[in-house]
C-alpha cells in the first residue's frame, strides 16, 4: 500500500510570487541617484490630464498610487517630481530579472514587466526550501539589477501572491499550508483575484467584507449570485487556486490602444479613430499570422470610468472591416479619451496559421 502521507505532501506545489517594488519609479532613481529618497511619478503630464503609473514609496507617503490622475497627485504633493516613462529601461532591467527567475525553474510565469509567477516543486524535491530559493532570487536581484523584490511563497498562486503583497517593500512572506486559511480570514474580499470593484460591491450588499465572511456564504448563494464565478469565490475563500503556472509565453490577445489629449465627442471622429485601431490590430494579427473570434473594445470617459465590451463571432475574424463591424456600436455616442481594441487569437482557417509556435 502506498504511504498516502508522502504521496500527499508530494501533491502539495511550491509557487513563489516576485514583485518587483515601485519598478517604474525605482529604475529611475537607481539611474538618476538625484532622485532618490524624493517622491517619484512616472506616468502622464499633469497639466494634461495624464495619470500615475507607478511612484515612489516616498510619493506613496502622500496617498499617491497608480492610476490616479497625474493632476491630483500633484495637488496631493506639489513637490513631487513627474518622469515621463522610459519603457526601454524598464524592459531591460525586466529582461534582466526574468533571466534570474529562469535560472531556478522553467516554470515562470510573467504577469508583467514586473512580476512572475514560479513553480518550484521540483527544485524543492530534493530538500531545498522554497524560502531559500525566494531569499536567494531577491539577493540575486538585488545584486544583479541594483532594484529590489518582494517574494511570496505559498502553495498556489492566489496566496503566494497576497503573500508577496504583504511585506512589500522588501519584503519577504512565507503562508504554509497550514496557515492558508486564518491567513486570508480577515482580509477585505478586494484583495482577491478576480474580485473587482463592482464584485466587492455586490457582496457587500449580501454582508461580505471579508474572506471569512465570504467562507460562511453557501456555495449555491455564490453561485446563484455570480454563476461559475461564483464557484470560483467558494474556493478562494478556502484557499484552493488550481490554476498551473504556465511558462509558456501563449498569446492570450493582440490588441492597440491609445490615449488622447482631448477627449473624443464627434461620432465621425470617434469611428475613424477606431478604423485607425482596427487597423493596427489587423496588421498586427496578420505580421503574426492569427486569426480570433473575440474582440473587444475598451473605452475610457472623461470621469475615468472605464468600459470593455466583447463580441464573440462564428467565424474568424482577422481584418480591419471586421474589427470595426463588431467594435463600433460600443462606444457609440460616449466622449471618451482611450480607446483600445484587441482581439483574442484562436487556431483560424487563415492560411498563414502556423498552430505551433507563433503564440
Ligand atoms: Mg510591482
Same mark, same amino acid.
Given at each position: 500500500?502506498?504511504?498516502?502521507?508522502?504521496?500527499?505532501?508530494?501533491?502539495?506545489?511550491?509557487?513563489?510570487?516576485?514583485?518587483?517594488?515601485?519598478?517604474?519609479?525605482?529604475?529611475?532613481?537607481?539611474?538618476? *541617484?538625484?532622485?532618490?529618497?524624493?517622491?517619484?511619478?512616472?506616468?502622464?503630464? *499633469?497639466?494634461?490630464?495624464?495619470?500615475?503609473?507607478?511612484?515612489?514609496?516616498?510619493? +506613496?507617503?502622500?496617498?499617491?498610487?497608480?492610476?490616479?490622475?497625474?493632476?491630483?497627485?500633484?495637488?496631493?504633493?506639489?513637490?513631487?517630481?513627474?518622469?515621463?516613462?522610459?519603457?526601454?529601461?524598464?524592459?531591460?532591467?525586466?529582461?534582466?530579472?526574468?533571466?534570474?527567475?529562469?535560472?531556478?525553474?522553467?516554470?515562470?510565469?510573467?504577469?508583467?514587466?514586473?512580476?512572475?509567477?514560479?513553480?518550484?516543486?521540483?527544485?524543492?524535491?530534493?530538500?531545498?526550501?522554497?524560502?531559500?530559493?525566494?531569499?536567494?532570487?531577491?539577493?540575486?536581484?538585488?545584486?544583479?539589477?541594483?532594484?529590489?523584490?518582494?517574494?511570496?511563497?505559498?502553495?498556489?498562486?492566489?496566496?503566494?501572491?497576497?503573500?508577496?503583497?504583504?511585506?512589500?517593500?522588501?519584503?519577504?512572506?512565507?503562508?504554509?499550508?497550514?496557515?492558508?486559511?486564518?491567513?486570508?480570514?480577515?482580509?477585505?474580499?478586494?484583495?482577491?483575484?478576480?474580485?473587482?470593484?463592482?464584485?466587492?460591491?455586490?457582496?457587500?450588499?449580501?454582508?461580505?467584507?471579508?474572506?471569512?465572511?465570504?467562507?460562511?456564504?453557501?456555495?449555491?448563494?455564490?453561485?446563484?449570485?455570480?454563476?461559475?464565478?461564483?464557484?470560483?469565490?467558494?474556493?478562494?475563500?478556502?484557499?484552493?487556486?488550481?490554476?498551473?503556472?504556465?511558462?509558456?509565453?501563449?498569446?492570450?490577445?493582440?490588441?492597440?490602444?491609445?490615449?488622447? *489629449?482631448?477627449?473624443?465627442?464627434?461620432?465621425?471622429?470617434?469611428?475613424?479613430?477606431?478604423?485607425?485601431?482596427?487597423?493596427?490590430?489587423?496588421?498586427?494579427?496578420?505580421?503574426?499570422?492569427?486569426?480570433?473570434?473575440?474582440?473587444?473594445?475598451?473605452?475610457?470617459?472623461?470621469?475615468?470610468?472605464?468600459?470593455?465590451?466583447?463580441?464573440?463571432?462564428?467565424?474568424?475574424?482577422?481584418?480591419?472591416?471586421?474589427?470595426?463591424?463588431?467594435? +463600433?456600436?460600443?462606444?457609440?455616442?460616449?466622449?471618451?479619451?482611450?480607446?483600445?481594441?484587441?482581439?483574442?487569437?484562436?487556431?483560424?482557417?487563415?492560411?498563414?496559421?502556423?498552430?505551433?509556435?507563433?503564440?
Amino acid at each position: 500500500m502506498p504511504d498516502q502521507r508522502s504521496e500527499k505532501a508530494s501533491d502539495v506545489r511550491k509557487i513563489i510570487h516576485v514583485d518587483m517594488d515601485a519598478f517604474f519609479a525605482a529604475v529611475e532613481q537607481r539611474d538618476h *541617484p538625484e532622485l532618490r529618497g524624493k517622491p517619484v511619478i512616472v506616468g502622464g503630464d *499633469p497639466g494634461d490630464r495624464g495619470v500615475v503609473a507607478t511612484c515612489s514609496y516616498e510619493a +506613496r507617503r502622500f496617498g499617491i498610487h497608480s492610476a490616479m490622475t497625474a493632476a491630483r497627485a500633484r495637488s496631493l504633493c506639489p513637490q513631487a517630481i513627474f518622469l515621463r516613462p522610459r519603457m526601454e529601461a524598464y524592459r531591460d532591467a525586466s529582461r534582466q530579472v526574468m533571466g534570474i527567475l529562469r535560472c531556478y525553474t522553467p516554470l515562470v510565469e510573467p504577469l508583467s514587466l514586473d512580476e512572475a509567477f514560479l513553480d518550484v516543486s521540483a527544485a524543492t524535491a530534493d530538500g531545498v526550501l522554497a524560502v531559500q530559493i525566494a531569499r536567494e532570487i531577491r539577493a540575486r536581484i538585488e545584486r544583479e539589477t541594483g532594484l529590489t523584490a518582494s517574494a511570496g511563497v505559498s502553495y498556489n498562486k492566489l496566496l503566494a501572491k497576497l503573500a508577496s503583497d504583504w511585506r512589500k517593500p522588501n519584503g519577504l512572506l512565507v503562508v504554509p499550508p497550514e496557515h492558508g486559511l486564518a491567513f486570508l480570514a480577515p482580509l477585505p474580499v478586494g484583495k482577491l483575484h478576480g474580485v473587482g470593484p463592482a464584485t466587492v460591491k455586490k457582496l457587500s450588499s449580501m454582508g461580505i467584507y471579508t474572506v471569512l465572511d465570504l467562507r460562511n456564504a453557501s456555495r449555491e448563494a455564490l453561485i446563484a449570485q455570480f454563476g461559475k464565478t461564483g464557484l470560483w469565490f467558494y474556493e478562494i475563500a478556502r484557499g484552493i487556486d488550481r490554476r498551473p503556472v504556465q511558462p509558456s509565453r501563449q498569446r492570450k490577445s493582440v490588441g492597440t490602444e491609445r490615449t488622447f *489629449p482631448e477627449n473624443l465627442e464627434d461620432p465621425k471622429v470617434m469611428l475613424a479613430t477606431l478604423q485607425q485601431i482596427a487597423g493596427q490590430v489587423a496588421t498586427r494579427l496578420q505580421a503574426l499570422g492569427l486569426a480570433g473570434r473575440t474582440v473587444s473594445i475598451k473605452a475610457r470617459f472623461p470621469d475615468f470610468e472605464t468600459v470593455t465590451r466583447a463580441h464573440t463571432d462564428a467565424q474568424t475574424i482577422w481584418h480591419t472591416d471586421a474589427l470595426c463591424l463588431f467594435a +463600433r456600436p460600443i462606444g457609440q455616442g460616449h466622449p471618451c479619451r482611450v480607446a483600445c481594441a484587441r482581439i483574442r487569437p484562436v487556431a483560424g482557417r487563415d492560411r498563414e496559421w502556423s498552430g505551433q509556435s507563433q503564440c
